[in-house]
């Protein structure tokens, strides 16, 4: 069993910066891909940023130069800087962690963060 806390989230006003933190605990003998997702009010659920294994990064286009998504190993967690937030940012943030168990990977997702972002 593996358990994923996430924190960080709150109210900034246009133009400032959060830290997400995303922890796992548990069950784990090594972790794969981690990703950040966000689903804004009547909007599906869409990928944030990802980061692999060996610490290539991707990030959707309305975001890129502005979030950081990086990993610690040592503490199974995933961290998404965001800088210069704006309105269109608000959402529930949801880090997906992929967990190798012996031959298998599974997915695990947090419970949600909310940002919110005023102008």
């Known amino acids: ?3 994923l806390v ?3 989230g709150g109210l900034v006003q246009a133009g400032g910066s959060l830290r997400l933190s995303c922890t796992a605990s548990g ?3 090594s972790i794969n891909a981690m ?3 966000r689903q804004a009010p009547g909007k599906q659920r869409e ?3 990802g980061i692999t294994s060996r610490g290539t990064t991707t990030y959707t286009d309305s975001v890129k130069g502005r979030f950081t998504i990086s ?3 040592a503490k199974n967690t995933v961290y998404l800087q965001m800088n210069s937030l704006a309105p269109e940012d608000t959402a529930v943030y949801y880090c997906n962690v992929n967990v190798r ?3 298998t990977t599974r997915p695990y997702w947090g419970q ?3 940002v919110t972002v005023s102008s």
């Open 27 to 29: 069950s784990i003998s």
């Open 101 to 103: 168990h012996g031959f």
């Open 6 to 8: 996430e924190s960080g």
């Open 71 to 73: 990993r610690d190993d």
């Open 47 to 49: 990928l944030v940023a």
């Open 112 to 114: 949600g963060t909310q």
């Open 1 to 3: 069993q593996v358990q």
């Open 35 to 37: 990703d950040w997702y």
